[in-house]
């Protein structure tokens, strides 16, 4: 079965760094789209970043960009966010999604907080 497994999730202060890994199973991660998510304490989900298939092409939020980046290893079935000056509004529950053919699958989520 699909599984998406998150981790590298932490405390960390203003202006500091993370990168969150996504470990995929159960489908053929190559094929598809992957896409970070998160959602703020209090407030609703909020696209963060995409990663297209073959390409590599990447999309982000005004609000991250410059400051996040998002990458895939297809050997490893991996989805990567490198998260660089983090800010105390990125505080948030940090979700890996993939939407294989119009099913969405998620993960369970790591928490990201930016506090000094």
């Known amino acids: 079965q699909v599984q998406l497994v998150e981790s590298g999730g932490g405390l960390v202060q203003p202006g500091g760094s993370l990168k969150l890994s996504c470990a995929a199973s159960?489908?053929?991660?190559?094929?598809?789209?992957m896409t970070w998510i998160r959602r703020a304490p209090g407030k609703g989900l909020e696209w963060v970043s995409s990663?297209?298939?073959?390409?590599?092409?990447?999309y982000y939020t005004d609000s991250v960009k410059g400051r996040f980046t998002i990458s895939r290893d297809d050997d490893k079935n991996t989805l990567y966010l490198q998260m660089n000056n983090l800010q105390p509004e990125d505080t948030a529950v940090y979700y890996c999604?993939?939407?294989?053919?119009?099913?969405?699958?998620w993960g369970q989520g790591t928490q990201v907080t930016v506090s000094s």
């Open positions: 999604n993939a939407d294989l053919s119009g099913r969405d699958y």
């Open positions: 990663i297209q298939r073959h390409n590599g092409n990447t």
């Open positions: 159960g489908f053929n991660f190559r094929s598809y789209i």
